[in-house]
């Protein structure tokens, strides 16, 4: 074996919190409340089955080739369809496909960070966003948020500060409907703030916007992109939440000049996504399959997240600093527990227990959220969300500080 | 518009020439010897067809779900056993897919590479190595190779070049069988003396492995990842070559400590590989399709080589200085003009009369190969073949310089 030295990005690769609690999830009797799944109930299996014999029969010259690395011209066309019925207007030109919302994220590392670059991110932000810019060195920026989304004062003292050091962030990323993991959605007033910010301090914005489909209640609201009048939005999205995650299949779109270098680096990233995975998503959404996935994902997770509240209410103790989101839309609630609780030290409990959760620590770069859990509703069961929390509510409940002994000093 | 400021990454991102090329050869009466393509006429349309009826039936569950980042488990096992078909033996545990070959070169260079760093490369070598290896910095220490391969005196002689300076190569990057674009297979005596060279000097070798199975003649050699008995040989393989480039599947195995790494950077650079097309994948491995497309492919590229060698033979001008390899496998010939001659200044006039090829530069990290170029007899009909050659021939002939003066002198 080869003596080894490895990169500075690789000594800066973490393990992933969510992924070894996935491995521990293959035990059938474990319930998952960590990962982000769609539950599998609802795939549209037959929508499927029936394009995917059409890919060969009417497409199969290019559906088994590579594809231009920007994308396949037929998907190119009719995700701009489907944007444009979302109320975003990108020419199919302009539209570059990629696979999956995390190579958006490693591409947009790979052209904009390098080590020590100021990121702005909301806090907490994405897991998936922690590891990809940190593994290229970003110096992340945390901006506080409140029910309505990341707070537009905090958020210019932020590059203010930054300022001041003679320092410029590369761009603000934002979350801005049914935030991962926080569950808030950036309310209409604030997002013209955040577009008047960026436009003051002459700021790029990358939308990072999985979940936005998948609304609850209450109006969809506009996406930063298609409120920008200045090209300032790069705009990111997948179909992994509201379709499917089996094809990886995302893509971006947004300022001329950053695509222009997110398709050189795709390139160099793995040269094109699959022709195949392509196509046949190309029909689906052409026979309206992904407007028809939303509205039964939307019917189904809008029930099961009343379900986790439900049983929350119930069963979790009433103590002082325990508290949880109460989400309008997308896959996840935000559990905030006493400061003194720890939610990396539970987990082991929780294993035992056979539930599992996401650790707060994952979605801070500045390792802060020890007494924070993300919980997912949209992937088990009506039954298991039920009995996972009745198992969560035991380990949190074995975590209560006896608060009466000083109680009973004061009477 | 932003004002952006990119990354030194970004600095060193390069337009690739081929894919400037393929843009051209969308003119349908184009004949592009460029990219790597297979021949469309021969892809196995009824096998995937058929396999991808199965894919809903059988694994919908799975198929339309993440995957594992080290990827489906099913298509691990069949990869494990095509490869012991094939003479190497990997533990389906031991196989980390990957979403095409440019993504290994991507993880390679993630995890290995700083800015500086030296890495030995064959000279010349894959474009899109290049590519991938450059973005991230890469000192490329490249190596002479001759008919049989890179030469191991020299091999031995760069890594000690380096030692003096203190530096060591971060790994030995080799395309062992048919070489791209060089064309040539590193002989059985040169597999064993460049393993000893690692050894000795206790280095890891990336053996890049995509056209090996599509030999025209001869025996198969064994990879260095089979001979190698230390345990420093990491294999990187593809499916694009040998069945089909438009799943985008590739895998790696090697050293237990590499593979750890590489399942860490490909978390934070797509997640994990689409679970559909593995599946699809797994299903076409089990039912002998991998081997039975070799046989078809070989078959036919072996006539399009000799149709190819033919039409060189024919119509280049007997002039000195130029050549091209004879192939025994693979997609590609080199071919090697007079030190003059500039293929980057002639290949406009070749791009008037409707025929493109690579530049010789672009495999080369050093800028050098201005007077070679690379073509490709896979994708092009037998027919268009000959027409291209005639039209390079032309191309070519408009070059050559009238080195009749200087005999006439002399006589």
Redesign the interface.
């Known amino acids: 074996?080869?003596?080894?030295?490895?990169?500075?990005?690789?000594g800066r690769?973490?393990?992933?919190e969510i992924?070894e609690l996935?491995k521990v999830t293959l035990h059938p009797d474990t319930i998952s409340f960590a990962?982000g799944?769609?539950d599998?109930a609802i795939?549209?299996?037959q929508a499927?089955?029936a394009a995917?014999?059409r890919?060969?029969?009417e497409q199969?010259?290019r559906?088994?080739?590579?594809?231009?690395?920007e994308g396949e011209p037929f998907l190119r066309e009719q995700l701009s369809a489907f944007m444009q019925r979302q109320g975003d207007i990108a020419k199919p030109e302009d539209i570059i496909v990629v696979?999956?919302s995390?190579?958006a994220?490693?591409l947009l590392g790979?052209?904009?960070?390098?080590p020590g670059?100021p990121v702005i991110v909301e806090r907490p932000t994405y897991l998936?966003t922690i590891?990809?810019f940190r593994?290229?060195g970003a110096d992340f920026c945390g901006v506080e948020m409140d029910d309505d989304g990341i707070i537009p004062e905090e958020l210019e003292k932020t590059i203010v500060r930054l300022q001041r050091q003679g320092r410029?962030p590369?761009f603000i990323y934002l979350i801005p409907d049914f935030q991962n993991p926080a569950g808030v959605t950036l309310s209409m007033e604030r997002r013209k703030r955040v577009l008047e910010i960026?436009s003051r301090y002459?700021?790029?914005i990358a939308e990072d916007s999985p979940y936005r489909e998948l609304r609850f209640r209450g109006e969809m609201l506009p996406s930063l992109y298609a409120m920008d009048t200045?090209?300032?939005v790069l705009l990111m999205k997948t179909l992994?939440k509201m379709f499917?995650?089996?094809?990886?299949l995302g893509w971006m779109t947004g300022?001329a000049?950053?695509l222009d270098?997110i398709v050189?680096?795709k390139?160099?990233?793995?040269?094109?996504?699959?022709?195949?995975?392509s196509i046949l998503t190309g029909f689906l959404i052409q026979d309206g399959h992904i407007e028809r996935q939303i509205e039964i994902s939307k019917n189904l997770y809008i029930r099961k997240a009343e379900v986790m509240l439900n049983a929350l209410e119930k069963y979790m103790p009433a103590i002082e600093g325990l508290s949880w989101s109460k989400p309008d839309g997308g896959m996840f609630l935000w559990v905030r527990l006493p400061e003194y609780m720890d939610t990396a030290e539970m987990i082991t409990e929780a294993v035992k227990l056979k539930v599992v959760y996401v650790v707060g620590t994952g979605f801070f770069a500045d390792g802060s959220g020890h007494n924070a859990m993300r919980l997912n509703y949209s992937y088990p069961t009506e039954e298991k969300i039920v009995e996972g929390v009745q198992r969560l509510a035991q380990v949190i409940k074995s975590r209560v500080r006896d608060t009466s002994k000083k109680t009973t000093i004061q009477r």
Do not use: H, N, W
């Open positions: 074996m080869a003596t080894l030295k490895f990169s500075s990005l690789a690769l973490r393990r992933s992924r996935l990962g799944l769609p599998p795939f549209p299996y499927v089955e995917s014999q890919v060969i029969k199969g010259r559906a088994l080739q590579y594809s231009p690395t696979s999956s995390q190579q994220l490693d790979k052209i904009f960070i390098d670059d998936g590891q990809a593994a290229f410029k590369k960026a002459d700021l790029l200045e090209g300032r992994s499917c995650p089996g094809f990886r300022p000049e950053v270098k050189m680096a390139q160099m990233t793995d040269l094109c996504t699959s022709a195949y995975t």
